[in-house]
């Protein structure tokens, strides 16, 4: 099963002037992208994510603010990453359960491996623990 992990994007500038950070050198991306959305003015109090792809990849990039990502899988193991950086980004494969901590003024860039569909969601834990994925 593959495992979620930190990605690192080229960051080009320099402090004088400000940075840009691409996704030009695809090779590095471990899927197509076909769709793009980002979350922004989640309230401290809400827990984003709590669900998991069927076949849907992402990558999380938090432009803004921190991001802590919970991430287990269908084996119960289970991880922590905290995005910080805007140059950072969590490869998120599928049939991984995620809960998506925010500040308030964090803004959470994802990029899917797919569009959307709601039968790939898998929006109930106790179904994703048992493992009965359709």
């Known amino acids: 099963m593959t495992k979620p992990y930190l990605l690192a994007f080229d960051t080009l500038g320099e402090a004088a002037e400000g940075f840009l950070v691409t996704t ?9 992208i076909k769709r793009v959305f980002w979350v ?3 309230p401290a109090s809400v827990v984003r994510g709590q ?3 069927v076949h849907t990849e992402m990558v999380l990039l ?28 969590l490869f998120l494969p599928t049939l ?8 308030p003024t964090s803004v959470l860039l994802c990029l899917a ?10 929006r109930d834990y106790q179904v994703f623990k048992q493992g009965k994925i359709r």
Do not use: M, R
């Not at 030009?24 to 197509?32: C, D, G, I």
């Open 113 to 122: 491996s797919t569009d959307f569909a709601e039968e790939d969601y898998i």
């Open 24 to 32: 030009q050198h695809s090779h590095k991306l471990p899927f197509a």
């Open 62 to 89: 938090c432009l803004q603010g921190t991001a802590t990502i919970e991430v287990e899988d269908v084996e119960g193991n289970k991880e922590t990453f905290t995005l910080a950086q805007p140059n950072a980004g």
């Open 96 to 103: 991984h359960w995620s809960k998506i901590y925010l500040q």
């Open 40 to 42: 922004y003015d989640t």
């Open 51 to 53: 669900h998991a792809h």
